[in-house]
């Protein structure tokens, strides 16, 4: 597969990959408010998680499974509205306002359909979908969290618009260069979360003790407060925001510009549900070596995406700062950028990796848990931090290729080796083999390096490098 031929001089490996004093100012002017508000997102869940798991191995068992059905959700809207995104992107490069509202339009009405069909589905077959992880002898057990995790469920339903409308402005400002203010909303929506995750789980200061009922309630609330403030502020500053002006004169979206979105956003949004249905796949397939898993699982990952904001942060940076780039013709400074910012987060993934490894001992012991599930949940995030390097540049891979709307490769990159590659690996070990997680775990996460090799030569013969508007 052959791409762009670009006449950009032979540089050293310094000049290729390290940028320059103004390179990294004009960087970090975008992701380091991505990075803080992913932070203090991730430092909030991670204490929300806590404040579930001092209630009991079950109940925490019922949350984590419910959020591997909602994650479908979360990741349907991130790829649907990301795939319009990158035309957001390159119409706001272009100077395109009117493209750029006919984007926003398209993102609401995409949010609205996903928000349907994922309220129908968790109602309808909620129910049936938690069950399938619940492989336990203890017939109470497993009782307890099977109605745990429904009543997370149905009460995370309720703010469904909520995350519909951040999702829509938010990206949308990011794509415009305008990170700061997402960072402000999201910084108050998660210590609203937090306060009321307090008062709502403990029933303190007269609030009704929940449970993880109450979770669900804080977590809804703070999606409420964070669209407020977003929407609010985009449509207070025109000036700054030049697409908010007529944007609601209509809600039409022209069959040229939908054929485009469907022709590139298709893709990327069957990319992400599959994606997210074959991790829940993943994680059903672990579950079958008992809940204690499912336990330890959900307290590895969340210090490992605590751990791992800086550096998948910069995806984000990739679709800004590159995106714009192909949408103004700039190709050669495209593919520079690019270049430094690979670079850049793999750098960053070290910080990660140290980070990860000097908690993994320590942090299981915050959980109100059994020492098996601490001891598996401590291996699991030694692992994790061990192969942080290589899923940085995994993650910089995927977003390079889709800043240029190559979607459909996208699709096969991501998912397709997901549901082709590593999910049957998974499958065959733990069906077919005695092997414990843990050999497991490690296996399935190195086929990664299959990955790395494919984007690294995706990258080099600039296949990526596409303007889509102009």
Known sequence: MSGVQLNMPKMSFRQKFIG??????MILAIVLPIIIQNTITSVVNMLDN?????VGTEQMSGVSIANQIFFIYMLAIFGGLGGIGIFSAQFFGKGDFEGLRISVRAKLWLGVLLS???????FLFGERLLSL???????????LTLKSGLSYLHIMMLGLPGIVL?????????ECGETVVPMKAGITAVFVNLVFNYLLIYGKFGFPEMGVSGAAAATVLSRYVEAAIIVVWAHQHKKENPWISGLYRSLRVPAANLKAFFLKGTPLLLNEVLFSTAMAMLTQSYSLRGLS???AFNIANTINNVGRVFF???????SIVVGQKLGAGELETAKDYDNKIIAFSIMLSFISMIFMLAFSGLFPKIYNTSDEVRHLATKLIVINALFAPMMSFVNTAYFTIRSGGKTVITFLFDSAFLVAVTYPICFLLIHFTGLDVIPIFTIVTATEIIKCIIGY???KKNVWIQNIVG
């Open 312 to 318: 998948m942060s910069m995806g984000n940076a990739v």
């Open 293 to 295: 898993v499912i336990a």
């Open 20 to 25: 320059d004093k103004a390179f990294y100012k």
């Open 133 to 143: 992880y619940l492989n336990d002898d203890s017939a109470e057990a497993v009782a």
């Open 166 to 174: 951040v999702n829509v402005y938010g990206t949308t400002l990011r």
């Open 50 to 54: 806590i404040m579930v798991g001092r």
């Open 116 to 122: 349907v069909i994922a309220a129908a589905a968790v």
């Open 457 to 459: 030569a995706m990258i």
